[in-house]
C-alpha cells in the first residue's frame, strides 16, 4: 500500500509533466489518507487551476488554509485563483495576508 507521501510525489511528478488530471488523481488518494494533508491540497488546487476549474481550485486551497493558515504561499496562491476569477478585492486582501504572514517570520 502506497503512503501519502507516495501519492504526494506521484501527484508532483504528473503535474510536472502536464498531466493534471492525472496529478489529481494521486492527489486525491493522498489526501484520502491524511485529510490533513496541506500541500497535497495545495497542489490540488493548482492542478485544478490549470484545468480552468477555478471554483475546485479555490476549495481545494481554502482547505489547505484551513490546515495551515499562516503558511504564505496558501494565500499568495489562493489570490491568484481570485485574479483569474476576477475577484479583484479578495486577491487583493489574500496578498495582503501572505504579506503580513512573510513579515511576521
Known amino acids: 500500500m502506497s503512503t ?3 501519492h504526494f510525489g506521484n501527484g508532483l511528478g504528473l503535474y510536472g509533466k502536464n498531466d ?5 488523481t ?3 488518494k493522498a489526501v484520502a489518507l491524511d485529510p490533513d494533508f496541506a ?9 485544478f487551476h490549470k484545468l480552468k476549474r477555478l471554483s475546485e481550485a479555490v476549495g481545494a486551497i481554502k482547505k489547505a488554509i484551513a490546515v495551515n493558515p499562516n503558511e504564505p504561499l496558501y494565500h499568495t496562491s489562493l489570490s491568484t485563483v481570485y485574479r483569474d476569477l476576477g475577484m479583484v478585492p479578495e486577491a487583493e486582501e489574500e496578498l495582503a495576508v501572505s504579506f ?3 513579515r511576521g517570520r
Open 20 to 24: 493534471y488530471e492525472g496529478a489529481l
Open 4 to 6: 501519502k507521501e507516495e
Open 100 to 102: 503580513r504572514l512573510q
Open 39 to 47: 500541500d497535497a491540497h495545495l497542489a490540488m488546487g493548482h492542478s
Open 26 to 28: 494521486e492527489l486525491e
